[in-house]
């Protein structure tokens, strides 16, 4: 079936260090959206691309969509204490009823 | 932006029970979805929840054990049916966006220990 796989799973980082975090989908996909959940949170929604190749900011977030819109990454440029969460891609199911197909997340442990 | 209430927040539950779960949104909307997220994993679909018309469940889930109410377009519910401690987990209802086709927004979720 279709999946969204994503890596690392776990990423500790010094504060001020980059991160990035990679998702790849067994299919093509018309978007693909990211979304953050902090601890004891709910998912909370960052950013959808459309576009082959599109690259979008966020102050210090960064989001690409691979020319084959099959891939996705998101980076974070000098890491703060707030970044701290999981970050989830997700991509559109393939029946296009709306329903979402996330990858297993990526949690950020940032040290002060 | 839709705000989503969610109730309880947690619960405690023992084998056996049953825990129904409820959401309510400020807007109407056509779809709902309710999504499980078991300790330290990602969101999985249970079903999509249309109002008038049966719920639309996903492998691996089925009415009997998860039943869904969706009685006009601002609320559902969902029932964790004869719980185990497999079904301890955070459990999510969501609706997509109107002004961005397939953004979602969560409700705070229902975090469910089964004992």
């Known amino acids: 079936g279709q999946q969204v796989m994503q890596i690392p799973q776990y990423q500790h980082v010094q504060e001020g260090e980059d991160f990035t975090t990679y998702c790849n989908s067994s299919t093509t996909l018309s978007n693909i959206q990211w979304y953050k959940q902090r601890p004891g949170g709910h998912p909370v929604f960052l950013i959808q691309l459309v576009k082959s190749g599109e690259v979008k900011k966020q102050k210090r977030l960064t989001f690409q969509f691979g020319e084959a819109k099959k891939n996705s990454s998101l980076h974070i440029t000098a890491t703060q204490t707030t970044d701290v969460g999981t970050y989830f891609c997700?991509?559109?199911?393939?029946?296009?009823?709306?329903?979402?197909?996330f990858g297993q997340g990526t949690t950020l442990q940032v040290k002060p | 932006s839709a705000v989503i209430s969610q109730k309880p927040s947690r619960d405690i539950c023992q084998r056996g029970t049953s825990l129904t779960i409820q959401c309510q949104v400020d807007?109407?909307?056509?779809?709902m979805f309710w999504y499980r997220q078991q300790p330290g994993q990602s969101l999985t679909l249970i079903a999509t929840a249309n109002q008038g018309s049966e719920a639309t469940y996903e492998s691996g889930f089925v009415i009997d054990k998860f039943p869904i109410s969706r009685p006009n377009l601002t609320f559902s519910t969902l029932t964790v049916s004869n719980m185990s401690p497999e079904d301890s987990s955070i459990y999510l209802c969501?609706?997509?966006?109107?002004?961005?086709?397939?953004?979602?927004?969560f409700g705070s979720g229902t975090q469910l220990s089964v004992l």
């Open positions: 807007s109407q909307v056509t779809m």
């Open positions: 969501s609706v997509e966006d109107w002004g961005r086709k397939g953004k979602l927004f």
């Open positions: 997700a991509g559109p199911h393939s029946s296009n009823t709306g329903k979402l197909i």
